[in-house]
């Protein structure tokens, strides 16, 4: 059984900052790619950024120079430091991770439950 947990999410003033954090547990053979998605109502899931399992980094334009991916492998933990948030970041923020577990082959994603992050005066 492999779980992830998101922490960290809020309702934080527009230019604050907020810091989520994702920590996946359970029987993990191997730990690839690791993402934090979002979701605003009424819209698609988007990716925010993605961080490999040798730390290369990818983030979205809306969000690229004010959030930043990173990652803890001892701990199977990745975080997403937002700065100068805006009311348009408001939304669910989902982590996700790509992981294989003992005695299969394949990689699977495996998602979090969600974090509410409200960015509100």
């Known amino acids: 059984q492999v779980q992830l947990v998101e922490s960290g999410g809020g309702l934080v003033q527009p230019g604050g900052s907020l810091r989520l954090s994702c920590a996946a547990s359970?029987?993990?053979?191997?730990?690839?790619?690791m993402s934090w998605y979002r979701q605003a109502p009424g819209k698609e899931r988007e990716l925010v950024a993605t961080?490999?399992?040798?730390?290369?980094?990818y983030s979205a334009d809306s969000v690229k120079g004010r959030f930043t991916i990173s990652r803890d492998p001892a701990k199977n933990t990745v975080y997403l430091q937002m700065n100068s948030l805006k009311p348009e970041d408001t939304a669910v923020y989902y982590c996700?991770?790509?992981?294989?577990?003992?005695?299969?082959?394949?990689?699977?994603?495996?998602w979090g439950q969600g974090t509410q992050v409200t960015v509100s005066s």
């Open positions: 961080i490999s399992s040798t730390g290369n980094t």
């Open positions: 359970g029987s993990i053979f191997s730990l690839n790619a």
């Open positions: 996700k991770a790509v992981l294989r577990v003992p005695g299969r082959t394949a990689y699977i994603d495996y």
